[in-house]
């Protein structure tokens, strides 16, 4: 299995960006998928996830400005970034459930590293202001 994380880049606030995570040797509409990322000098953290019935869901820092979702045809899983911020600025990685079509989650689970096998390379967004 193989994620393929791009889409990243230095934008002035305000601006979008809209990254995408491609997979190979797992069909994503089976897993969720999340995005986590990581500003320098600080943990990884959860920024959003989409589940297998495309339930979605979001860190409070992010909900309203990011928007997850998937295209099954691509094998792709999207974070459209909207209004970013300076504190944004992060590596971006996309990262697959363990799990195939688990049951009865919620967002401790979907937000919690641990729930994550496969792991992106990581897309470097810089948000000057």
């Known amino acids: 299995v193989q994620l393929q994380a791009s889409g990243g880049g230095l934008v002035q606030a305000g601006d979008s960006l809209r990254l995408s995570c491609a997979a190979s040797g797992r069909t994503l509409a089976n897993y969720a998928t999340g995005w986590f990322r990581q500003a320098p000098g600080k943990e990884r953290e959860f920024a959003a996830a989409?589940?297998?019935?495309?339930?979605?869901y979001y860190s409070d820092s992010v909900k309203g400005r990011f928007t997850i979702s998937r295209d099954n045809a691509k094998n792709t899983v999207y974070l459209q970034m909207n209004s970013l911020q300076p504190e944004d600025t992060a590596v971006y990685y996309c990262a697959s459930d363990a799990t195939f079509r688990p049951t009865w989650k919620g967002a401790a689970y979907y937000s919690s590293m641990t729930t994550y096998d496969y792991w992106g390379q990581g897309t470097e967004v810089t948000v000057s202001s």
């Open positions: 989409i589940t297998p019935g495309a339930s979605t």
